[in-house]
């Protein structure tokens, strides 16, 4: 009986030290790995931070031991969301500003506005988020009342789609802008020849360089708070669309400071003070930051009629839009770029845009080239033009959620001829064979799920329109979670270590209450992220 017992024991120490360590153990889960064959999973081990082995709870059980090992009872487990297109530094340090997404009214944002100024320490009166679309009257305010309440105060209230934007006489003064002032790639509205206080595209900057910086450890403070709000949706990795050197360094510095979790792919803001030194560091990684290549903006936004169109605005007769820059400037751009290992990512929304751009791509890139330079949001193509996404191997990166926002005035402002080219992402996918997609936050909100269900669904958070919008250019369920994992990492060049759940890359995971791939479409926005895991470690 002694040398049963002995030989028992003996054979439990040694499967016990033949058992490798883990981190981390997932067992009786339903994993989406999202891998090539999007195949299923039960479970998976995480050590240092990477993922380690995936398959059935009895094999992973068997191969590895770990001191936190978790059943999760069936719920499902998604590769960590990726959002291919924000604007994530910029959000975070908008904190101390007025809050004016979803006001109905030009009253409802005085008032809020004036109760803003009286509790805010800062010179200027600064509000983000208003859109003239959501108003009864759905036209551009008038600066008359704000120079009233705010004579001495430099007031600037930003547009949703960072477009637009309105300032009073006192902040129009400190800009030096006059009725007189021209500037390229902008607009300063007139009416009955005097300032409306409607600044356009270029012309926003002309004040905005007036407006002073948040110092640099309050930035990095918002930063972790947004980051926080961002680990709550699910998000794990996202891309950082058009921000400074300074802003990169402060990334940088946030990161060092323990202060920053979150995986950012960073593209630098179209400043040609830049380009020299950039250029040629070309892309580098630095821990969770990486830096990737340069936003570059085409044109305007649909909303603020800034969006460069081929013919007409069908509510605007002899307006269509206009480039932001010379198109020489963006044909420099691309030469430079296209002797380095950078990617060139130009934001285009209205057809003649698009087409601008995807030529120049084409120009210098050629046919079947894997630079994966990218237009972002491809709003409006005209359908000739498709073929050339395809042609180019140019990748649109699109937001859903646009498609849902603008479904309601689009067609005032293009017609239905145009608009049936509009927000075309499954005929955009068609031609590459994947599409990343993101958000576009703080212009659409940060929620993935709601990326989701605009993709596949066609419809807004109130559920409309009842039968989707344009419903033939809806993306399977699968299609879509690609676009918002592995598609987007590879957006990227990121799919070798993001963006799926398998041996060898980070253990960026998100565990939510139901299945997205087998849910009533309708219960989608009531899915609820339950956990987020990046790198292996619980941070939501």
Same mark, same amino acid.
């Given at each position: ?20 360590? %883990?981190?981390?153990?997932?067992? /009786? ?44 009872? *069936? ?20 904190? @101390? ?8 009214? @030009? ?16 010179? #200027? ?9 959501? #108003?009864?009257?759905?036209e551009f305010p008038d600066k008359k009342r704000l120079d009233e309440l ?21 902040? $129009?003064?400190?800009?030096? !802008? ?13 009416? /009955? ?17 007036? !407006?002073?910086?948040?110092?640099? +450890? ?74 990737? *290549? ?28 206009? $480039? ?30 698009? %087409? ?5 791509? *084409? ?6 080239? /894997? ?15 498709f073929a050339l996404f395809g042609r180019y191997s140019i990748i649109p ?12 005035? %689009?067609?005032?402002? $293009? ?18 064979? #994947? ?9 659409? +909100?940060? /929620? ?23 419903? +033939? ?9 690609? *676009? ?5 990492a590879k957006a990227a060049f990121q799919e070798d270590q993001l963006g ?11 565990? $939510? ?28």
């Amino acid at each position: 009986m002694k040398k049963i017992l002995l030989l028992a024991t003996l054979s439990a120490s040694f499967f016990l030290n033949a058992q490798k360590k %883990a981190d981390l153990i997932i067992t /009786n889960a339903k994993i989406y790995t999202v891998n090539k064959n999007f195949d299923q999973a039960e479970a998976l081990a995480v050590y240092d931070g990477k993922i380690i082995a995936v398959g059935k709870s009895k094999d992973i059980l068997k191969k590895y031991t770990s001191k936190n090992t978790q059943d999760l009872q *069936g719920k499902t487990v998604y590769p960590g969301f990726i959002d291919a297109h924000c604007h994530f530094t910029g959000y975070a340090t908008d904190k @101390w500003k007025c809050e004016l997404w979803g006001t109905k009214s @030009w009253d409802e944002i005085i008032t809020k506005i004036t109760a803003y100024a009286k509790q805010s320490q800062m010179e #200027w009166v600064y509000g983000r988020s208003w859109d003239q679309n959501d #108003w009864p009257i759905k036209e551009f305010p008038d600066k008359k009342r704000l120079d009233e309440l705010f004579p001495d105060r430099p007031v600037y209230l930003k547009r949703v789609d960072g477009h637009a934007a309105i300032a009073n006489q006192k902040a $129009l003064d400190i800009a030096g !802008i006059t009725a007189g002032t021209t500037v390229q790639g902008g607009e300063i509205e007139m009416k /009955n020849g005097r300032l409306t206080g409607i600044l356009i595209d270029n012309a926003m900057l002309l004040v905005e360089k007036h !407006i002073p910086e948040l110092d640099d +450890e309050t930035a990095i403070q918002y930063f972790s708070d947004l980051q926080k709000t961002c680990f709550s949706y699910g998000l794990t990795s996202l891309h950082d669309c058009g921000i400074t050197t300074h802003t990169f360094s402060l990334l940088e510095k946030a990161q060092q400071q323990n202060k920053l979790d979150m995986k950012i792919f960073a593209l630098l803001e179209d400043n040609p003070a830049s380009y020299d030194e950039w250029i040629k560091k070309g892309r580098f990684t630095n821990g969770n930051i990486t830096f990737g *290549g340069y936003k570059v903006y085409s044109d305007g936004a649909l909303g603020s009629r800034g969006a460069c169109l081929v013919h007409d605005y069908s509510d605007k007769k002899g307006w269509k839009g206009f $480039l932001l820059s010379d198109q020489r400037h963006f044909e420099n751009l691309a030469r430079r770029l296209k002797d380095s290992n950078l990617q060139m990512c130009t934001h285009a929304i209205g057809d003649s845009a698009n %087409a601008t751009i995807l030529k120049i791509y *084409g120009d210098v890139l050629g046919i079947e080239n /894997n630079r994966r330079w990218r237009i972002e949001h491809a709003q409006i193509v005209q359908e000739k033009d498709f073929a050339l996404f395809g042609r180019y191997s140019i990748i649109p990166s699109v937001q859903p959620t646009h498609a849902t926002s603008d479904m309601y005035w %689009a067609e005032e402002r $293009l017609g239905k001829d145009r608009l049936k080219h509009s927000y075309a992402y499954a005929d955009l996918l068609k031609q590459n064979g #994947w599409l990343p997609l993101g958000t576009d936050f703080p212009v659409e +909100e940060i /929620n993935p799920l709601k990326t989701f269900y605009a993709a596949v669904a066609r419809k807004d958070a109130k559920n409309f329109p009842a039968g989707g919008f344009q419903k +033939e250019n809806a993306l399977t369920r699968e299609q879509a979670l690609r *676009g918002m994992t592995i598609w987007a990492a590879k957006a990227a060049f990121q799919e070798d270590q993001l963006g799926s759940l398998e041996v060898g890359k980070s253990a960026d995971f998100v565990i $939510l209450n139901q299945d997205l791939m087998k849910i009533e479409e309708n219960s989608i926005l009531h899915t609820k992220v339950l956990e987020t895991y990046a790198s292996g470690k619980k941070v939501h």
